[in-house]
T-cell receptor, first 112, second 111 residues
């Protein structure tokens, strides 16, 4: 079984709809991250969390919110989706002792 | 400002040829350095990383990278490319808290 899972894997939604992307990990890591990937722009950090009570904005947090429900779960929400939020979204985890980030398979989101 | 530059958006090589993917960074101090690979439809997988010590690091799948402090570079190399190496490659720099990713280089391999 994968260490970092994301649901859904693909989602098409309409402008103005609220949508939640979920991430779960079995690695026991405290740190979790949400990135978006756009062609030609690489990965950009949306939000990150160092533990359940610690949430931080990343480079491009506007239009997004997150919830850290447990050590293993970190959800990303788009309160009112817009077409320029169409992208590939990745969740990642890390352990401070290892300094490596482990990525989920990604969620492809299309906003029409 | 902190940044990572991958100047080659797309590289095409023949199977069996050597490969070098370039990465330059701008950072306040010597950061941790990483190369990740993303195969089609997949997440990112770590190829190798550099923290300190020997500036030539070995990774998985026969890849290596060399850290050159004077050039602020961390180029990825492979002596003989396989068709399965076709993917997108990302250089990343940062600390234990956060990473900054480059824009990626897409590698195409011809038989």
């Amino acid at each position: 079984d994968a260490d970092v899972t994301q649901t859904p894997r693909n989602r098409i939604t309409k402008t103005g709809k609220r949508i939640m992307l979920e991430c779960s990990q079995t690695k026991g890591h405290d740190r979790m991250y949400w990135y978006r990937q756009d062609p030609g722009l690489g990965l950009r950090l949306i939000y990150y969390s160092f533990d359940v009570k610690d949430i931080n904005k990343g480079e491009i947090s506007d239009g997004y919110s997150v919830s850290r429900q447990a050590q293993a779960k970190f959800s990303l929400s788009l309160e009112s989706a817009i077409p320029n939020q169409t992208a590939l979204y990745f969740c990642a985890t890390s352990d401070p002792g290892h300094t490596e980030q482990y990525f989920g398979p990604g969620t492809r989101l299309t906003v029409t | 400002a902190q940044s990572v530059t991958q100047p080659d958006i797309h590289i095409t090589v023949s199977e069996g040829a050597s490969l070098e993917l370039r990465c330059n960074y701008s950072y306040g101090a010597t950061p941790y350095l990483f190369w990740y690979v993303q195969s089609p439809g997949q997440g990112l997988q770590l190829l190798l990383k550099y923290f300190s010590g020997d500036t030539l690091v070995q990774g998985i799948k026969g890849f290596e990278a060399e850290f050159k402090r004077s050039q602020s570079s961390f180029n990825l190399r492979k002596p003989s490319v396989h068709w399965s190496d076709a993917a997108e490659y990302f250089c990343a720099v940062g600390t234990t808290d956060k990473l900054i990713f480059g824009t990626g280089t897409r590698l195409q391999v011809f038989p």
